[in-house]
T-cell receptor, first 113, second 108 residues
Framework: DAGVIQSPRHEVTEMGQEVTLRCKPI?????LFWYRQTMMRGLELLIY????????DSGMPEDRFSAKMPNASFSTLKIQPSEPRDSAVYFC???????????FGPGTRLLVL | AQRVTQPEKLLSVFKGAPVELKCNYS??????LFWYVQYSRQRLQLLLR?????SIKGFTADLNKGETSFHLKKPFAQEEDSAMYYC??????????WGAGTKLIIKP
């Protein structure tokens, strides 16, 4: 298994543009998490899904952020419109059950100019 | 309240010196704690969990319920230990509650 796959690995965009980050969890894992990592705030949980259903999105910063999981093997995190303060590394993680070890993707490094 | 505190954002020690990364938690009940590590430009990965009582890469962490701590220790630091370390607590809804992380730098 290739592990959790994220794309793109790097994204540079201009303020106001739409950004879509993608994640493919490990096959068989029924939980998927989106995190944001910054120097100032460390690792923040944005949203997580169980069996493709969003369970807790209280960490989503504002309405500009949205996440979907149309099927068990794919999730997206969208920022529209993007702002410079959204610049961060966004991680996706999956786990085979509640409270099990989380397996992280390589992250997407986003820079909004 | 469920909370994880890593008081040091940055810790710098010389190679060969002992290392202790501090983690304190707030949780009523029996906690389950983890240490994750992120090497430069790599993905975050599990280092160890307290229920396993294991030693990984020379690191150990003991749960001290009296002091509500789960400090990560290594007797002799190596340069390849330089990384970002996160302490995490399994919360009541089984999801992880993360500390702010400590950046460990091992000086040659």
């Amino acid at each position: 298994d290739a592990g959790v796959i994220q794309s793109p690995r790097h994204e540079v965009t201009e303020m106001g543009q739409e950004v879509t980050l993608r994640c493919k969890p490990i096959s068989g894992h029924d939980y998927l998490f989106w995190y944001r990592q910054t120097m100032m705030r460390g690792l923040e949980l944005l949203i997580y899904f169980n069996n493709n259903v969003p369970i807790d999105d209280s960490g989503m910063p504002e309405d500009r952020f949205s996440a979907k999981m149309p099927n068990a093997s794919f999730s997206t995190l969208k920022i529209q419109p993007s702002e410079p303060r959204d610049s961060a590394v966004y991680f996706c993680a999956s786990t085979p059950g509640a409270g099990k070890t989380q397996y992280f993707g390589p992250g997407t490094r986003l820079l909004v100019l | 309240a469920q909370r994880v505190t890593q008081p040091e954002k940055l810790l710098s020690v010389f190679k060969g010196a002992p290392v202790e990364l501090k983690c304190n938690y707030s949780y009523s009940g029996s906690p389950e704690l983890f240490w994750y590590v992120q090497y430069s430009r790599q993905r975050l990965q599990l280092l160890l969990r307290h229920i396993s009582r294991e030693s990984i890469k020379g690191f150990t962490a003991d749960l001290n319920k009296g002091e509500t701590s789960f400090h990560l220790k290594k007797p002799f630091a190596q340069e390849e230990d330089s990384a970002m370390y996160y302490c995490a607590l399994k919360g009541r809804n089984y999801q992880l509650i993360w500390g702010a992380g400590t950046k460990l730098i091992i000086k040659p």
